[in-house]
Structure formats: structure tokens, C-alpha cells
């Protein structure tokens, strides 16, 4: 702005110096002519008196060399000449100043010579006596004064258009100096040109309104990272290129990536197949589910087009963690298949000695044995059915659990005299050590649990070894610990012994009889009163369950 400020009022008074110029010398030089005129005449009529006096007498009397004088005849032919032998010139009455002195008494012209540097004025009177006079005087054009002027014109002007770059310099720079200095975030304070006065106003409503707007995108961007944040799901927003505009932190983490840079396309976080038909199916305007597996998870995608007046503008993409789920899935499929299992055994063996005995095969000495087998396995059948209902309770959290004040010493010492035969069969020294501890829960289940724990350590133990049931009051938790000096748990099956029908040796279940769901009842009965496991075991050296629960009543 301050160069087109400068340019303009430099331009304007380099022309106005021009024309002032010019003017000036057009001026000087019409003045001078009107003056040179003027003289002319005066000495026109002086002479015009001299002439009436003492005729060419009085002419050759006053020969003067700047001004020529020329007496004409009425008819045109030249009586006298103060330049040139009057025989020797032509007629003058075509002369434009003698036709006019003569019709009207007084006559002027000029004639420029060839070369344009000079001028010739004229000025003719009539006498008296019908002749005509004539003076002329030669001066400079217009031209030869221009041209006489040009060098020192030329350095006048060169200096006024110096002094003029600098005053318009200062002028442009004193004039946007003000505006420059205007702080736009707040214009109504700024000193300048009442004439600006009513742009400032504009510029700070508008200032006002595009806060205002910006607080109100700030505030929605806050809640949609506020809310998309929390989200489970992953969430990328991107645009028709496939770069990302916008995602959340569950997005990264499903994704399996560190970070993620706004702008980055979505090909270089996963190429995996799923991704891009996700994306293409997206950018053909269709919805598309696609399954993922990365970073150890397993993932729904959930693909859909963002349409602006009708053109595909970009893509959502909704990652759905769904790994528990086909986990849960996993693990149904597999408890179905042991649920059958395990219910097809009993019921086999049911079944075979019931043929036999229907087939008359038993001898009547030996049909107590075979009821015995029949009434054994049905027993198992049963057990094995309670567990699983015991289990799906514990699973759907069933509103038929209800917690009551128990103490859990008792429950400790009941279930140690229920086992003391089984554990007396296998000659097992089964010890407890236990405090008054009231505890707010579920009886059924928390019985169930210590005596689980304690029919493993039995079930499990060596010929002569040993089981101690430990119930202390710690800092801040509750702690059951059942230890036991049996065969013990390898490493890597100590993570899945929890899960149900898994056994760590299948040979010795089949002798040691049990569900295979009495560890993962225990599981689900801590994790119903938010307790936690943990297990210590080495082969050949017994294995240390300890239940830490947490304080419900003091």
C-alpha cells in the first residue's frame, strides 16, 4: 500500500512540475511576444509622424539594426526598405499585414523561418497619405526557446523530482504508518483518520463474532474429544484421499500404532487387506464390515461414505474391539463341546451297565456292584450339572446371589471337616489356621469356593502329604491361602488351570474323579466379591493358591 501511495503522489507531481513548466515557458513566451508587439506599435507611430514630416529623410535617419523598416506603397510596390534595395523586391501587397493595415489600418502577423529557430513579427500602419508602414523585429520560436531553456529547465526539474520522491516517501509513510500500527484485535482503540473510523467498527464487531464463533468450535471440539476419548471404539475420520483428519485414542490402540499425525493416510498405519477394502468400499459410497486381526486383537470395522451435496467428501471408520467377543465365543463353542462330552461319559457308562443288566448278564451276587457303578456315575452326572448352574449363575450374576454377613472362619472350618474323610483316605494332614473374620457376601458361593480350593489340594496331593488353610486379616484385604505338598503345576499351565474342563494331566483326573470346574468357579466367586487370585507352584513341590479379598464389614 505505501509503494501505491508513493507512486501516485509522485506521478501526480512530476506531471504537475511538467505542466507547470510548460505553462510557465508558453507564458513567458506570449508574454514577450504581446511586449515585443506593443513595441512595435509605439515605434510605428513615431515613425508614421517622421514620415508625414520629412518623408524618406527622416528613414535614412534612423536606420536602426534590430528593427526593419519597410515603407509600401498603396498598391503594394516598396518605396523604402531599412535591409534590402527596394528595386530588387517584389510586390508587398499580398503580404498579410499590409491587406490588413490597408482594409482596416493596422495590421499583424508572424512568420516562422524554414529552420523553426526564429520568427519574424510584424506590425503595419496606414498613413495618411494611403501608404503603408511597416516595422519587423525577428525573435525566437517557441522551439528555440524551448530549446535555449531545456539544460537548466532540465536540472530544475531533475532537482523538484527529488525533493518530490522524498515528500512522497514521507507522505505515503506519514499516512500509512497509522493504519499499519492498528492492533486488529482491538481497532477501536486505534488513533487514526476519523475517516477509517467507521471500518474499525465494522472490524471490531466482526472481531467479536469470530470469537464468539471460535469459543463455540472449541467448545464442540472439546466435547467430541471428551466423548470420543472414552470411546471404546476406535474412530477415524478421514478425508477422499484417505488421509486422516481426525481419530481418538482407542483408534491407536486397536490399531496397534505409537501415534498417529493428523493428515497421515490411513495405508501407512495398516495395509492389511481388510483396511483397504474398508476404504474402497467406503469411497464407492457403500457401507462395509470387514474383520481385522492386529497387534494380537481381533477387530470389526465399520466403514461408511460422508456425502457433501451428493459427492463422496469422506469416510468414518468405526474400529469395534471384538476380541473378547470371539473369545467368549471360543470358549462357548468349547464348553459346549466339553459340556458333551463330559455328560456322554456318565451317561454312557449308565447306559452300558443298565443293557447289561436288562439283558439278564449280571449274576444276582454282583448286580449291587453294577447299582453302585450306576449310582456313582449318576452322581457324577449331577455334580457335573449343579457346577454348570452354578457357574451360569455366577456368569449372568444372578439376582437369586444375595449377600448377607458371613463369617468366613466358620465356612473355613466346615469345609475342612467335610473333606477330613477324603483327606483321611490318602493319609493327608489337613490343618487350618484361621481368625474371626466377618465378611459381607454370598455364603453359597464363598463355601463353594474355600471348598473347592481344598478338595483340589486333596485330590491332587501325594500318599501322606499335607494341606494348610490359612484365613488372615492383612492391611487392607482379606487373605485365604490353601497350600498343599502335591505334585504342583507346570509354569505354563498355571495360567489356564482357571479355565473350565482344562486339566493340567488328563491320566489323573480320570483317577482323581471331579468335574473340572471347580477352579473356575472359584475364579468367577473372587471376581464376584472383587477379589483376586494368585498362585505359587513348582512340580514335585505343591502348589499355593491365596484368595485376596477385599474388606466389606470391619
Given at each position: ?411 473355613v472350618q466346615e469345609a475342612c471337616e467335610r473333606l477330613q474323610p477324603a483327606a483321611e483316605r490318602k493319609r493327608i494332614a489337613l490343618s487350618t489356621e484361621t481368625e474371626p473374620i466377618l465378611f459381607r457376601g454370598v455364603k453359597q458361593v464363598l463355601s463353594e469356593m ?105
Amino acid at each position: 500500500m505505501t509503494n501505491r501511495i508513493f507512486r501516485a503522489i509522485f506521478l501526480v507531481a512530476a506531471a504537475v512540475m511538467l505542466a507547470v513548466s510548460l505553462l510557465t515557458m508558453g507564458m513567458m513566451y506570449q508574454f514577450s511576444a504581446e511586449e515585443t508587439t506593443e513595441k512595435l506599435q509605439r515605434e510605428t507611430e513615431y515613425i508614421a509622424c517622421g514620415i508625414e514630416t520629412d518623408g524618406v529623410r527622416y528613414l535614412e535617419k534612423i536606420k536602426d539594426a534590430e528593427t526593419r523598416i519597410t515603407w509600401v506603397d498603396a498598391d503594394g510596390t516598396v518605396l523604402y526598405d531599412s535591409s534590402a534595395d527596394v528595386s530588387e523586391m517584389e510586390n508587398h501587397g499580398d503580404r498579410e499585414e499590409i491587406k490588413e493595415a490597408m482594409q482596416s489600418g493596422e495590421g499583424n502577423s508572424k512568420r516562422i523561418s524554414a529552420t523553426l529557430s526564429g520568427q519574424t513579427l510584424y506590425h503595419a500602419e496606414r498613413l495618411t497619405d494611403g501608404t503603408i508602414l511597416r516595422l519587423s523585429v525577428e525573435t525566437m520560436s517557441v522551439v528555440a526557446v524551448f530549446l535555449t531553456m531545456a539544460f537548466p529547465l532540465v536540472l530544475i526539474l531533475a532537482m523538484m523530482m527529488a525533493v518530490s520522491v522524498f515528500l512522497a516517501f514521507r507522505t505515503a509513510k506519514n499516512i500509512t504508518s497509522p493504519i499499519n500500527e492498528i492492533d486488529l484485535e482491538h481497532p477501536e482503540q486505534a488513533e487514526v483518520y476519523e475517516e477509517l473510523t467507521p471500518l474499525l467498527r465494522r472490524i471490531a464487531v466482526q472481531n467479536r463474532e469470530i470469537h464468539r464463533q471460535m469459543a463455540e468450535l472449541k467448545r464442540r471440539k472439546e466435547e467430541f474429544d471428551t466423548i470420543t476419548s472414552n470411546m471404546q471404539e476406535g474412530l477415524l475420520v478421514m478425508d477422499g484421499e484417505g488421509d486422516i483428519l481426525s481419530y481418538n485414542a482407542a483408534a491407536k490402540t486397536l490399531l496397534g500404532v505409537d501415534a498417529v499425525t493428523e493428515g497421515e493416510n490411513i495405508f501407512s498405519l495398516n495395509r492389511s487387506a481388510a483396511v483397504r477394502r474398508s476404504v474402497e468400499g467406503a469411497l464407492a459410497g457403500e457401507h462395509r464390515e470387514e474383520r481385522l486381526e492386529a497387534n494380537g486383537r481381533i477387530c470389526q470395522i465399520f466403514a461408511n461414505p460422508v456425502f457433501r451435496e451428493e459427492e463422496i467428501a469422506g469416510m468414518i471408520l468405526v474400529l469395534l474391539d471384538a476380541t473378547e467377543k470371539e473369545e467368549r465365543e471360543q470358549l462357548r463353542r468349547e464348553f459346549t463341546a466339553n459340556v458333551s462330552h463330559e455328560l456322554k461319559t456318565p451317561l454312557t457308562s449308565i447306559s452300558g451297565f443298565a443293557e447289561i443288566m436288562k439283558n439278564g448278564m449280571v449274576p444276582p451276587a454282583d448286580m449291587g456292584k453294577f447299582a453302585e457303578k450306576i449310582y456313582n456315575e449318576a452322581q457324577r452326572l449331577i455334580a457335573l450339572v449343579q457346577d454348570i448352574i452354578k457357574l451360569s449363575k455366577l456368569d449372568e450374576k444372578d439376582t437369586s446371589l444375595c449377600e448377607e454377613e458371613v463369617q468366613l472362619d466358620a465356612l473355613v472350618q466346615e469345609a475342612c471337616e467335610r473333606l477330613q474323610p477324603a483327606a483321611e483316605r490318602k493319609r493327608i494332614a489337613l490343618s487350618t489356621e484361621t481368625e474371626p473374620i466377618l465378611f459381607r457376601g454370598v455364603k453359597q458361593v464363598l463355601s463353594e469356593m474355600i471348598y473347592n480350593l481344598c478338595d483340589n489340594a486333596i485330590r491332587y496331593n501325594k500318599e501322606g502329604g499335607a494341606v494348610f488353610v490359612t484365613l488372615k486379616r492383612r492391611t487392607d484385604r482379606i487373605s485365604l491361602t490353601v497350600r498343599d505338598t502335591g505334585i504342583g503345576i507346570a509354569k505354563e499351565e498355571q495360567g489356564r488351570i482357571f479355565e473350565r474342563f482344562y486339566r493340567v494331566d488328563a491320566s489323573r483326573f480320570a483317577e482323581n474323579g471331579g468335574t473340572g470346574l471347580g477352579l473356575s468357579i472359584v475364579k468367577h466367586g473372587a471376581a464376584l466379591h472383587n477379589g483376586k487370585i494368585f498362585i505359587e507352584s513348582e512340580i514335585g513341590n505343591g502348589t499355593s493358591i491365596e484368595i485376596s479379598l477385599p474388606y466389606s464389614i470391619n
